[in-house]
């Protein structure tokens, strides 16, 4: 069974880089989007964007610019950087496993989520 | 970029109560690419349903999904005292992936 531990600092300064990593347990990345997800304290959900196992990348239009996602095949890992952040930023951040074939599950399993929070 | 839009905002009903949750999108949605999710304070959302109506591994047959095209249904046929939770559902057939605001199921 699949499985999403993720990590990161939980406490950043405005204009710095905000830097999480997601790591995959007891399956492959081939065939599957590996997502980032955040929610502000108590709000909604929101996608940040998704990467392939061949590096192929999406990312939400309103973030575009300061995000990056990157994978690591040697390491069952993929990570999100986030620059630039702001108080705005400060949310729980979570890693998901996107299935898109024809009756795919959608976004399962998740990361156990991680709190950043954004303040001078 | 679909938009999807829940209604109600908060449903106060009693345990045993049969709970009905809307969903309509701003443009069609695939129906293999419509999903719902529970989140409790505290948990990463959970899975419930996929597809529009196919039931995740290891949820209850008293949760159950419909529709299609722009309206989409999330129905608790009798409300159990764990599933008052916080309600979304999303769209991941087209990017960006997109969900709607929440439905909160909340005890009366």
């Known amino acids: 069974q699949v499985q999403l531990q993720q990590w990161g600092a939980g406490l950043l300064k405005p204009s710095e880089t905000l830097s999480l990593t997601c790591a995959v347990y007891g399956g492959s990345f081939s065939g599957y989007y590996w997502s980032w997800i955040r929610q502000p304290p108590g709000k909604g959900l929101e996608w940040i964007g998704e990467?392939?196992?061949?590096?192929?990348?999406s990312y939400n239009p309103s973030l575009k610019s300061r995000v990056t996602i990157s994978i690591d095949m040697s390491k069952n890992q993929f990570s999100l950087k986030l620059s630039s952040v702001t108080p705005a930023d400060t949310a729980v951040y979570y890693c998901?496993?996107?299935?898109?074939?024809?009756?795919?599950?959608?976004?399962?399993?998740w990361g156990q989520g991680t709190l950043v929070t954004v303040s001078s | 970029e679909i938009v999807l839009t829940q209604s109600p905002g908060t449903l106060s009903l009693s345990p045993g109560e049969r709970a009905t949750l809307s969903c309509r999108a701003s443009q069609s949605v695939s129906s293999s690419y419509l999903a719902w999710y529970q989140q409790k304070p505290g948990q990463a959302p959970r899975l419930l349903i996929y597809a529009a109506s196919l039931r995740a591994t290891g949820i209850p047959a008293r949760f159950s999904g419909s529709g299609s095209g722009t309206d989409f249904t999330l129905t608790i046929s009798r409300l159990e005292p764990e599933d008052f939770a916080v309600y979304y559902c999303?769209?991941?057939?087209?990017?960006?992936?997109?969900f709607g605001q929440g439905t909160k199921v909340e005890i009366k």
């Open positions: 999303q769209q991941y057939g087209s990017s960006p992936r997109t």
């Open positions: 990467i392939n196992h061949s590096g192929s990348t």
């Open positions: 998901a496993r996107v299935d898109t074939a024809i009756l795919g599950v959608g976004f399962d399993p």
